[in-house]
């Protein structure tokens, strides 16, 4: 693009964002308001627990029955193998039921499906939603007609379970589990801080948490209750599951089909998520080298705006949630780099390096590095990381999340706010031999890293508008000071 025409480029895309969120603002206030409304949370407890504690503890059912109420955990979790004189015990302390079943595909679901009675739900576990395939439509049928709910699990994947979301959409209640594999050596606090997180941050609206072996009954309900009384201070209240506030009448979610169609807002997004870092990028490139501040924050500026209208264009029912979700985010974190990488490289550069007699073994390694490099950038990435977060880290990810209220992200705060201001400050300066690697456009790539993982923020749509401002915020804040820091340690480096 020549650089007459780049402010006209410019213009024209501010004009086209601001057309765009200008339409699809009334969904963001939307959302705003529904999650305002929506403070209500509910405990469950598998009854297979129950029974098991019942019989180590020498207790009665009843009496169980009774502590539970206390947390208060309000439904309980039921398979057609419990006996109706049981089930009439448990509806007589005013207990909600989830009917589960261990799925095979092609099983009849009527045994549950039989039991069900008005504002109960269906709980399938294993790789299978109940009734799937053939059964599905009966499922739908009796939720419907019953008013029942079905939660959506986070993280949680099994055939049917979409159609099953998308045909009682109004029915859908937002859900977390703590496994009973997650719970054989207790981690209170770390349960705590991960429960709480599932509820304010990412519209959980249904816990169900297994009982741990390594905690006797009282314990495990002491735990629960504490757990409420940290949800009852942040403004929740634990009660049985009802319905979202997203589906009431006056959230109409688009006067127009094109804004309630999902594909053209996934469509807008993907645009707005690829090329603002990439337009960043060019942009800095163009404007003069020595206001190396005034660039990052512009360029931060730009990501956090860019971020409010990717907000805007996800608030819907179905991504918050989690009935649809948003593709593609792997080639939004990794095509803004390499489109990045060219625009920075020279001409010369590029002439030289397409002439350049590359030997196999150079190949091979600057393909292995990096391969490596981008596999765990990828890889790290997401909700569920193919690379696990390790205990220590997660206890260091809820100080942080406690002590600013927003936990600021690694990607932004550690990598990619500090190499894009250092790498900045070397282009200022003229410092090194002006090769792509050491001139500052190699930490300038980097550095797209913290951009792209703003607009990345912007796209958890079942969190709070204010709180990814918030953690955006905070990354920019402590990536300029550690920014800052590198920048002084090189000084001294170099006046020694």
């Known amino acids: 693009m020549k650089v007459k025409a780049f402010p006209f480029f410019i213009l024209g895309w501010f004009v086209f964002s601001g057309f765009i969120l200008y339409l699809f603002l009334a969904s963001l206030r939307q959302k705003v308001e529904a999650q305002r409304l929506d403070r209500i949370v509910a405990f469950e407890i598998d009854f297979q627990d129950i029974q098991a504690f019942a019989s180590r503890e020498n207790k009665s059912l009843t009496d169980l029955l009774k502590s539970i109420q206390t947390i208060p955990a309000t439904v309980i979790s039921l398979d057609a193998a419990v006996a109706p004189e049981t089930e009439k015990i448990i509806r007589s302390f005013g207990f909600k039921i989830l009917w589960r079943g261990y799925q095979e595909e092609g099983s009849s679901p009527v045994p549950i499906l039989k039991r069900i009675q008005e504002e109960d739900g269906v709980l399938a576990y294993g790789d299978v939603a109940l009734g799937f395939p053939i059964y599905l439509n009966e499922v739908v049928a009796k939720l419907k007609k019953e008013k029942g709910v079905l939660p959506l699990f986070e993280f949680s994947s099994q055939d049917g379970s979409n159609f099953l979301a998308r045909s009682l959409e109004s029915q859908v209640i937002k859900g977390h589990c703590l496994q009973g594999r997650e719970v054989l050596n207790p981690q209170i606090d770390l349960w705590k801080n991960r429960l709480v997180r599932a509820v304010k941050f990412r519209w959980v609206r249904l816990l169900a948490i297994r009982l741990s072996p390594g905690l006797n009954w009282q314990e495990n309900i002491d735990f629960q209750k504490s757990t409420a009384d940290l949800l009852r201070r942040s403004g929740f209240t634990i009660r049985e599951p009802v319905t979202s506030p997203l589906y009431k009448p006056e959230f109409r979610w688009g006067q127009f089909p094109w804004e309630r169609n999902l594909k053209i807002r996934i469509l807008l997004i993907l645009?707005?998520?690829?090329?603002?870092?990439?337009?960043?990028?060019?942009?800095?490139?163009?404007?003069?080298?020595?206001?190396?501040?005034?660039?990052?924050?512009?360029?931060?500026?730009?990501?956090?705006?860019?971020?409010?209208?990717?907000?805007?264009?996800?608030?819907?029912?179905?991504?918050?949630?989690?009935?649809?979700?948003?593709?593609?985010?792997?080639?939004?974190?990794?095509?803004?780099?390499?489109?990045?990488?060219?625009?920075?490289?020279?001409?010369?550069?590029?002439?030289?390096?397409?002439?350049?007699?590359?030997?196999?073994?150079?190949?091979?390694?600057?393909?292995?590095?990096?391969?490596?490099?981008?596999?765990?950038?990828?890889?790290?990435?997401?909700?569920?990381?193919?690379?696990?977060?390790?205990?220590?880290?997660?206890?260091?990810?809820?100080?942080?999340?406690?002590?600013?209220?927003?936990?600021?992200?690694?990607?932004?705060?550690?990598?990619?706010?500090?190499?894009?201001?250092?790498?900045?400050?070397?282009?200022?300066?003229?410092?090194?031999?002006?090769?792509?690697?050491?001139?500052?456009?190699?930490?300038?790539?980097?550095?797209?890293?913290?951009?792209?993982?703003?607009?990345?923020?912007?796209?958890?749509?079942?969190?709070?508008?204010?709180?990814?401002?918030?953690?955006?915020?905070?990354?920019?804040?402590?990536?300029?000071?550690?920014?800052?820091?590198?920048?002084?340690?090189?000084?001294?480096?170099?006046?020694?």
């Open 271 to 496: 645009i707005f998520s690829i090329f603002t870092p990439v337009i960043g990028i060019a942009v800095i490139n163009q404007l003069p080298k020595q206001n190396y501040f005034g660039s990052f924050l512009g360029f931060s500026i730009f990501s956090i705006y860019s971020g409010f209208i990717i907000h805007a264009l996800g608030s819907h029912p179905q991504f918050i949630l989690g009935i649809s979700s948003i593709p593609g985010i792997k080639i939004q974190l990794l095509l803004p780099l390499l489109m990045g990488f060219i625009l920075l490289m020279r001409k010369e550069e590029i002439a030289r390096l397409l002439k350049t007699d590359i030997k196999i073994w150079h190949a091979l390694f600057a393909g292995g590095v990096g391969f490596a490099l981008i596999g765990i950038y990828l890889m790290r990435s997401g909700n569920a990381p193919l690379i696990p977060v390790l205990i220590e880290e997660r206890h260091f990810r809820d100080f942080l999340e406690n002590f600013f209220g927003a936990r600021p992200r690694f990607k932004e705060f550690l990598i990619g706010h500090p190499a894009l201001l250092v790498g900045l400050w070397l282009r200022s300066k003229g410092i090194g031999n002006q090769s792509f690697m050491s001139d500052g456009r190699f930490l300038m790539i980097v550095g797209m890293i913290g951009q792209i993982s703003i607009l990345n923020s912007f796209q958890h749509i079942h969190s709070s508008f204010f709180l990814e401002q918030l953690r955006s915020l905070h990354g920019i804040w402590l990536g300029l000071i550690i920014g800052f820091a590198i920048i002084l340690v090189f000084k001294k480096w170099k006046e020694n």
